[in-house]
């Protein structure tokens, strides 16, 4: 199947593709932005792949679907387009990275895309959503196929960091060798969970000090 994703992405992925399970997938998806009002725009469902390549992961951010509302996603994890209001969560992450680090984050506004050209994979385990319907295109195939990403770069990558932040993304654990890469878990940031244990877990200066220790470049976040 052609997939338009980054080169080094569909060498790596080329056999999941032609999966049964895949085809499925890309039919029901395709009927759905037919039919309804579906988020991220179609060009930008793989954007997280095209604006990390595989070879260039550093660290891995899971979540769990794209945001809902109108204009919020933009095919990556958490973040949203410039001139978006920013949503909770994300400004939650914001303020632990400037307790952290002691300095407030580079990022403005909520647009992470900075992140990304670090290797910051800002990954969801679901990639497309049903307007204002949180949770609409799980359990059709995406979570086979991400799973399968994160399997991949546990398995032929090396020193990798991994951003675990809420009970579903910490299911994922799992997939990953805890030899190779460091595992980050914490609570969600969302409002309803951030004080339980998001504020305060320091990954990202955690993440930089395991990165360096490697050879890499800190994040700059």
Same mark, same amino acid.
């Given at each position: ?46 954007? #997280?792949? &095209? %604006? ?9 951010? $899971? ?5 809902? @509302? !109108? ?26 990275? #400037?307790? &952290? %680090? ?9 647009? $992470? ?5 670090? @290797? !910051? ?101």
């Amino acid at each position: 199947m052609n997939v338009r994703i980054e080169p080094s992405w569909h060498r790596v992925l080329e056999e999941e593709f032609e999966k049964f399970y895949f085809e499925t997938l890309t039919s029901f998806v395709r009927s759905e932005y037919q039919t309804k009002r579906i988020y991220p725009p179609g060009g930008q469902i793989f954007r #997280a792949f &095209d %604006l990390c390549p595989f070879e260039d992961v550093r660290v891995v951010i $899971l979540g769990q679907d794209p945001y809902h @509302g !109108v204009g919020q996603a933009e095919g990556l994890a958490f973040s949203v387009p410039e001139g978006v209001e920013v949503p909770p969560s994300l400004r939650n992450i914001l303020t632990e990275i #400037a307790s &952290d %680090l002691g300095h407030p984050s580079q990022i403005v506004g909520g647009h $992470l895309t900075p992140w990304c050209s670090q @290797g !910051v994979l800002l990954l969801n385990a679901t990639l497309t959503v049903v307007a204002h319907e949180a949770g609409s295109h799980q359990g059709r195939g995406w979570e086979t196929f991400t799973d399968q990403v994160i399997s991949l770069l546990s398995s032929q990558r090396e020193h990798l960091v991994f951003m675990l932040w809420g009970n579903y993304a910490r299911c994922k654990r799992a997939l990953i060798d805890r030899q190779k890469h460091l595992i980050l878990e914490a609570p969600h940031p969302s409002p309803l969970s951030a004080h339980r244990g998001f504020f305060g877990c320091r990954h990202f200066s955690k993440a930089n000090a395991y990165l360096q220790r490697y050879g890499y470049e800190p994040i700059r976040w």
